[in-house]
Nanobody, 124 residues
Framework: QVQLVESGGGLVQPGGSLRLSCAASGGTFGDYVMGWFRQAPGKERESVAAISRGGLSTFTTDSVKGRFTISRDNAKNTVYLQMNSLRPEDTAVYYC?????????????????WGQGTQVIVST
């Protein structure tokens, strides 16, 4: 079972940028579809983005399209979420997750391995 550790969260002003990273260990990283999810206070966890095993196919939810970009480096066993033009409504705990569903999924039920989450706060 792959283990996942997120990093890169923090406090940022509206309009700013952050890059989240998720390092994987204990499995063959290239076997997994990777996803980013987020959970805001008082809300259900939602899918943000997902990327196929080779990185050629991606999914980005409508609310972050054009602002967030998911990418991966299989040589480094790491998936990234570049977040630009951040808004207060992007405030949430962000989780990365791994799925063996091929070729691409962004459904939470398909992801079996999860990181512990990293907090992102967008505020003045």
């Amino acid at each position: 079972q792959v283990q996942l550790v997120e990093s890169g969260g923090g406090l940022v002003q509206p309009g700013g940028s952050l890059r989240l990273s998720c390092a994987a260990s204990g499995g063959t990283f290239g076997d997994y579809v990777m996803g980013w999810f987020r959970q805001a206070p008082g809300k259900e966890r939602e899918s943000v983005a997902a990327i196929s095993r080779g990185g050629l196919s991606t999914f980005t939810t409508d609310s972050v399209k054009g602002r967030f970009t998911i990418s991966r480096d299989n040589a480094k066993n790491t998936v990234y979420l570049q977040m630009n033009s951040l808004r207060p409504e992007d405030t949430a705990v962000y989780y990365c997750a791994a799925s063996l569903i091929y070729p691409l999924t962004h459904s939470e039920v398909d992801f079996r391995a999860w990181g512990q989450g990293t907090q992102v706060i967008v505020s003045t």
